[in-house]
């Protein structure tokens, strides 16, 4: 997208090699969906909400351009002929169709990724900041402290009334506001409020 520029071979010289990084991406994409079946049953609930439903495809979207964007440059890498050493080796034959999809979609896909990240940090900020919920916790993970399944799978901790309020590290009480339906913390935790 941006050509041989002098900043472009700048950027890139300052870190690994650009298909090294990608070849990584896939290792990690398929040791993480391999985690995630052998752990799929442990997950928490999923919403039911329009919210609940686009964080699935956001996911799901994630997942795949994690790992189609490499392959797609790996099945390049091979079309070209070139090869790429150590894992590719050189055929010395150019196959187009090879080629093509990479040519077309690779630079394309990696914008439409950056921008999926970008909403996936945000989303994770204003579950954070905005909804008081335990996603970003879930996901972070809890340092120094251990959850139960309860709160794994309910986001709220285990064997407290819903209605009580929630320790900071101040040692101030702070309410936590709760749906009026389902007395479960507002926002996108809640269907009744979010949906």
Not at 95 to 103: C, H, I, K, Q, T
Not at 141 to 168: F, H, I, N, V, Y
């Amino acid at each position: 997208m941006f050509g041989d520029r002098e900043w472009v071979r700048t950027v890139t010289s300052l870190g690994p090699g650009h298909g090294t990084v990608g070849l990584l991406v896939i290792v990690l994409v398929v040791i993480r969906a391999i985690w995630w079946t052998v752990n799929r049953n442990r997950r928490p609930v999923q919403s039911t909400t329009i919210a609940g439903h686009a964080a699935v495809v956001v996911h799901a979207s994630l997942y795949l351009l994690m790992f189609g964007i490499p392959a797609l440059a790996l099945l390049r890498a091979y079309g070209s002929g070139k090869g790429w050493e150590p894992w590719i080796p050189a055929s010395g034959v150019e196959v187009s169709w090879m080629m093509a999809p990479a040519d077309r979609l690779h630079s394309l896909l990696a914008w439409g990724l950056s921008v999926l990240i970008a909403g996936h940090v945000t989303m994770a900020l204003v579950h954070r900041f905005a909804l008081n919920d335990q996603t970003l916790g879930r996901m972070a993970g809890r340092l120094g402290t251990a959850t139960t399944d309860e709160e794994a799978m309910t986001g709220r901790p285990a064997g407290r009334d819903l209605k009580a309020a929630s320790q900071t590290k101040a040692g101030q009480l702070r309410r936590v506001p709760l749906c009026n339906v389902c007395q479960r913390p507002r926002g996108l935790s809640c269907s009744c409020c979010f949906g």
